[in-house]
């Protein structure tokens, strides 16, 4: 059996700066604070930066000696008593940065919890702190010093910046899960029972925002200390099933590579990183078992990034500036760059979904769909047909435009075949119902999983080296699906959204929720995924483009209220003085802060500079192919179709611990039983749930998954003063860190997005006057037909005469304490009655400990072990027993409807 692996947690969780002359004193603690470590912070060196750490833990009476020994001077001191002040309360060192004189620390001072994934928390930065370094009395100002200070402030920490202290944010479930090349081979039968492994992972640089800021003290500082930042999206809901939540996160990384504005990043640089890249993953989980290696986790990751080519568009002011290639490039370099770092990181198949339009009167974004295609098909030549590179071109504005043709509809079933190809990421094997039911999609999945079993042997991810797909205890997503148009902005998070939809329907057929992999788009379900889509795109959009999305999920869907004509123009004018204006300084605040360009005296501010051009685009970087026909990394080739990052998974510490050790274990961080918190305040009570927030107030139906056919909210309609329809944005709804960036203070969040949407696709002002005409009742209440899916009729006689039969006995049995005598006189004499039952007549002074059966211990005691260790495999007798179940239970339908059809002949009910 192999031995298990848990990721080690950041104990340095609560921390605080203290100030001598000399010195910076960093004293961190864990949550509960039992363990302390120290850095040491020199303040003499001007132009260095001089970082101590003893990596050593102090325990918290060691700390206070420590620390009451220093002096103001910074030396050892025993008589000592006031040493130095404290200055900053902190959560988090970001890391240091130094301009033109000497360095400063940033410090996280606020966080706020926006997501969890099993036990491990995922954080909003909120605030921070930058702290110069260097005593003041030494501090000698360069005139652009406070200049790129400023520019520096101007990121805003506060705006969509995520970390965690024990979960890699910057790699996908999957490759989490994934064991690590060095335990591989491992198992437990050589270590007690309680053994495990420790794993630190190695992250993803490429998703890392603070690695610049973190390059001169990784290797000095304890991993304790260190927090890799990521930027993008994260936002996460509660579907609840029939009371049993499942949580449903979405969680977008924007690579920090070729990283900028909308016009001033365009295309690819020479090494393959292209504009606006971001690697969304969608995980479904069931929230009641925690564990990662004991649950059952499902998940999915799609890409959006800009067309891999040497392009661009200049930010002259007009709306459609036109798209130029710069560089023409006949091997396809810098597409051959992107697709295998494609290959790399996702394995194979590459499904590249191109919503970019084809035909123009006058060619504009077509010269983007033409280089696309020729960068695909010379790729294509020199790969085996079973690792092609899969295009897909949906010319979605084109198709947008028919009134006869749906968007949604057409889009879905490129989505669901995508899907297919690609799989879905599974802890677990399927479950015992997804394998039953016999259909063609858990088929295809079946079957495409087999072919990469060869792959999983190669790569030793499982023990055995003869097992078959059914012992294979995960499954894996192989190959990822590319969506791209012009801007990789609102086409692309619609098409997002639809392969979403579609993943999400085998999610939960994996977690054994559904028996068909579809979802209608009016459940509930898919309303709560689409306001995660929506405000995934909004605060994308706001990050690239300066603005929301323009076109939303709901234009397209030809849903959208006439209303939200007004809020397209004002978001097209956002975009429009964003680009023209503000673009060029926020280009220049992501360069510095992300270390592409590092001031120096002798270097001309960037703030002067024309252009970034030779920045991103280093001429060292272009270097001819050793083959133009093999544009691919061969070691990435032989792991295919598996990533080759998965298959040589490296992890920076492994530490043979024990289960129960603090380090690995998030009980204190998930439970923090060391605090007093309010039920009500805790992050599950306050994040989006199904219920509450979607399912509507009168309803006898609890699936999440029913179709809700229901009006626009009458109310709104019915506003004869003001004639103006209020549309809540769905995007500002305050349940997702896109409400933090804008928020409309108009916004009514009282209501919910979809009740503001008509059924009617040509909504206007004359709907409204209608609707004003007809005021009656039945127009402003609702039937009971509706309501409870039943009419109530008047109450018959008998009836009546019955229920009062009964409130008479019951007047008789009740105790008349002050009722006169003469008023009982008439009364029939009743005997009292008591309930009768197995609970005891207790009183709120003394309570009976009822028994228990030790048939119900056993029920309970199985209900905690499926809680903890999660739900176990049906063995191979009720299996059986099962299937000779369905097998008569088919038998006996086609009988009976044989039977019934030789009774419909007999009657002459044929021709």
């Known amino acids: 059996m192999q031995a298990e692996f848990h990721p080690f947690i950041n104990t340095m969780q609560k921390m605080a700066l203290y100030e001598t002359k000399n010195r910076f004193f960093l004293v961190g603690s864990n949550n509960t604070q039992s363990k302390f470590r120290v850095l040491r912070i020199d303040r003499t060196e001007l132009k260095r930066l001089s970082i101590h750490d003893d990596h050593i833990e102090y325990s918290h009476q060691e700390v206070r000696d420590l620390l009451s020994a220093v002096d103001v001077d910074g030396k050892q001191n025993r008589k000592s008593s006031q040493a130095f002040n404290r200055m900053v309360s902190a959560f988090g060192i970001v890391g240091f940065v130094h301009f033109l004189e000497g360095y400063y620390i940033i410090l996280i001072t606020k966080r706020r919890k926006i997501a969890l994934i099993g036990h491990h928390t995922i954080y909003k930065i909120e605030d921070t702190s930058l702290v110069y370094i260097p005593n003041f009395g030494q501090k000698s100002l360069h005139k652009d010093e406070s200049k790129y200070v400023r520019l520096f402030q101007s990121i805003d920490f506060s705006s969509n910046f995520y970390f965690s202290y024990s979960y890699d944010l910057t790699n996908t479930l999957q490759y989490n899960l994934c064991r690590p090349t060095e335990i591989r081979a491992s198992t437990n039968d050589l270590y007690p029972e309680d053994f495990c492994w420790g794993v630190r992972s190695q992250p993803n640089f490429k998703f890392v ?137 996702y394995g194979s198949p590459i499904i590249v979904i191109n919503l970019v339009k084809k035909k123009e009167k006058k060619k504009h974004e077509a010269v983007l769909t033409d280089e696309l295609v ?78 990469v079993i060869p792959a999983i042997r190669k790569a030793k991810l499982v023990s055995s080296e003869t097992i078959e797909a059914s012992e294979v205890p995960f499954r894996l997503q192989t190959g990822i699906v590319r969506v791209n148009c012009v801007d990789c902005l609102d086409r692309t998070n619609t098409a997002q959204f639809v392969v979403g939809k579609c993943a999400l329907a085998f999610q939960f057929v994996a977690l054994g929720v559904l028996t068909e992999p579809y979802l209608d788009f009016d459940s509930d379900c898919v309303r709560m995924l689409e306001e995660l889509y929506e405000d995934h795109g909004d605060t994308l959009a706001l990050q690239y483009g300066g603005s929301q999305m323009v076109h939303r999920i709901q234009t397209y869907r030809k849903t959208a209220p006439w209303t939200s004509q007004g809020n397209d123009i004002m978001q097209t004018l956002s975009r429009y003085y964003a680009n023209t204006f503000s673009d060029s300084d926020k280009q220049n605040a992501i360069n510095l802060f992300l270390g592409i360009f590092v001031p120096s005296p002798s270097k001309q501010p960037i703030w002067e500079t024309i252009t970034d051009y030779y920045l991103h685009h280093d001429k060292g970087e272009r270097k001819d192919w050793e083959s133009y026909t093999k544009w691919w990394d061969t070691e990435a080739f032989k792991y295919l179709p598996i990533s ?222 499926v809680g903890l260790y999660g739900p176990s495999t049906p063995n191979s007798k009720s299996m059986a027993v099962y299937k000779d179940y369905v097998k008569k239970s088919k038998s006996s339908s086609v009988l009976y409807n044989k039977n019934n059809r030789e009774v419909f002949k007999l009657l002459g009910g044929y021709s």
């Open 374 to 451: 020729a960068g695909i098909r010379y790729l294509n030549v020199f790969l085996p047909s079973a690792y092609h590179i899969n295009y897909v071109a949906f010319d979605m504005a084109r198709m947008n435009k028919s009134k006869r043709r749906n968007v949604i509809n057409h889009l879905n079933d490129v989505a669901v075949s995508c899907v297919k190809r690609t799989g879905i990421f599974q802890s677990k094997g399927p479950c015992a119902s997804a394998l039953l039911k016999e259909t063609s999609s858990i088929q295809d999945f079946e079957k495409s999983f087999t072919q």
């Open 209 to 345: 925002w603070n690695e610049y800021l973190l390059k001169d003290a990784l290797n000095v500082l304890h991993s304790d200390w260190q927090i890799f930042m990521t930027h993008g999206f994260v936002g996460q809901s509660n579907v609840s099933v029939f009371g049993k939540p499942y949580f449903l996160t979405l969680i977008a990384r924007r690579s920090n590579k070729y990283s900028g504005t909308r016009f001033l990043k365009r295309g690819s640089n020479y090494k393959g990183d292209v504009a606006n890249e971001v690697e969304t993953e969608q995980i479904v989980h069931e929230a009641g078992v925690c564990w990662l290696n004991k649950a059952r986790f499902t998940s999915f990751v799609q890409l959006r990034g800009s067309v891999p080519s040497q392009w661009s568009q200049p930010p002259v002011k007009i709306a459609k500036p036109p798209i130029t290639i710069e560089i023409c490039e006949p091997f396809a370099e810098s597409a051959g760059a992107h697709y295998n770092q494609l290959l790399q990181r």
């Open 644 to 865: 080759f990052f998965e298959a040589g998974k490296i992890c920076s510490e492994i530490i043979p611990v024990t289960k129960h050790d603090q380090r690995i274990d998030p009980y204190y961080e998930y439970y923090r039983p060391f605090e007093l918190t309010v039920m009500t305040d805790t992050y599950v009570f306050t994040m989006a749930h199904s219920v509450r927030d979607f399912m509507p107030n009168f309803t006898t139906d609890f699936s999440p998954f029913s179709v809700r056919i229901r009006p626009g909210k009458r109310r709104d309609t019915l506003n004869s003063s003001k004639k103006v329809i209020h549309v809540k944005n769905p995007s500002l709804s305050g349940r997702s860190s896109a409400s933090n960036i804008l928020m409309n203070p108009s916004t009514d969040t009282s209501e919910s997005s979809d009740e503001s949407i008509s059924d009617n696709e040509n909504n206007g002002l004359s709907d409204l006057s209608f609707a004003e005409s007809q005021v009656t009742y039945l127009t402003l209440l609702t039937s009971p037909q509706e309501v409870y899916t039943t009419h109530f009729h008047q109450t018959k006689q008998r009836d009546y005469g019955m229920y009062k039969k009964y409130t008479d006995m019951a007047k008789c049995c009740k105790p008349q304490k002050t009722t006169p005598k003469n008023l009982m006189d008439g009364l029939p004499k009743c005997p009292k009655v008591f309930p009768k039952g197995i609970l005891s007549r207790d009183s709120a002074f003394h309570v009976l400990t009822p028994t228990v059966a030790r048939e119900s211990q056993d029920t309970y005691k199985k209900h905690i072990h």
